[in-house]
């Protein structure tokens, strides 16, 4: 945009009156899915001109008639209830001893040397090595995949909230002190707004990974969920069934990142920042 439109725009705003957004502007939401765009009309080109192998690779328009007709048997619904449900169990879990074991690290140096390392030596661990010993501990039903989930929202989430509670400026702490607030005041009503928007990150990032342990436990000793759908379509050579999997997964996490980046708008109305 112009120097001149932005200064038009710029000047109805302080005359109280609706700006007039141009085509640019007005399309600006749809950039973002411009790239995706792109790349779906390239994909179905090739296909469309047979140069893709269309069992090893078929093309978008095959992926959607795989996918509708998964819907209507009803195994796709199904499988997607089952993941979306250990997904949210796992997630609230592992956002609560993540926030709680952060917060404790973060105000306290009796909790940083108790639970910091710890954690540190678990975030190095793959949810794969962990996948046969959480079978092996706690059986093949539903507790190992939401264990596993919880194990991966639990991590990023510390570290983001103990991060974020120690680049808290220190004045802030002294002035409630002085203010003769209690810890736990000062932890609830100081600590964790200041540390709000290191949060959000890491709830962003622990979400992210909640999709991808779930994939790795349901690959694993399941017997319903999108990760057993993509194992027995692996099984039996069904590429298109596959795909559809990890599209869905895919559409899942935009899906939960569209939605905290929802939440950070809300909680951080106030705060302005650069957004390029």
């Not at 000047?11 to 779906?40: C, D, K, M, Q, Y």
């Not at 209830?81 to 250990?86: D, E, T």
């Not at 093949?140 to 990023?156: M, N, R, S």
């Not at 802030?172 to 736990?184: D, K, N, S, T, Y």
């Amino acid at each position: 945009m112009s120097d001149d439109s932005s200064a038009a725009l710029q000047a109805e705003r302080i005359a109280g009156r609706r700006p007039r957004l141009g085509v640019w502007t007005a399309l600006a939401g749809l950039r973002s899915w411009l790239s995706i765009l792109v790349f779906l009309l390239a994909w179905y080109a090739a296909s469309a001109a047979g140069w893709l192998n269309p069992r090893t690779l078929p093309g978008p328009d095959r992926l959607l008639l795989t996918a509708w007709t998964m819907v209507q048997d009803g195994s796709l619904p199904h499988a997607l209830l089952v993941s979306l449900s250990r997904v949210v169990q796992g997630s609230l879990l592992g956002l609560a001893v993540g926030l709680a074991t952060g917060v404790f690290a973060g105000f306290s140096r009796l909790g940083e040397d108790l639970v910091d390392k710890p954690m540190q030596m678990l975030r190095t661990i793959p949810f794969t090595a962990l996948v046969p010993l959480f079978i092996l501990w706690f059986g093949i039903d539903e507790t190992p995949k939401v264990l596993l989930v919880a194990f991966g929202v639990a991590v990023p989430m510390y570290i983001n909230t103990f991060g974020g509670i120690r680049n808290v400026d220190a004045k802030l702490v002294e002035v409630a002190r002085v203010a003769r607030m209690g810890r736990f005041a000062i932890a609830l009503q100081v600590l964790l707004p200041a540390a709000l928007p290191s949060l959000l990150v890491g709830l962003r990032f622990a979400l992210g990974l909640a999709w991808v342990a779930v994939i790795i436990a349901e690959t694993v000793g399941a017997d319903s969920g999108i990760g057993f759908l993509l194992t027995n379509a692996r099984q039996f050579v069904r590429t298109d069934i596959m795909l559809v999997c990890v599209a869905v997964y895919a559409l899942l996490g935009l899906a939960t990142d569209y939605g905290v980046r929802l939440l950070e708008r809300l909680l951080l109305s106030w705060r302005r920042v650069y957004t390029g």
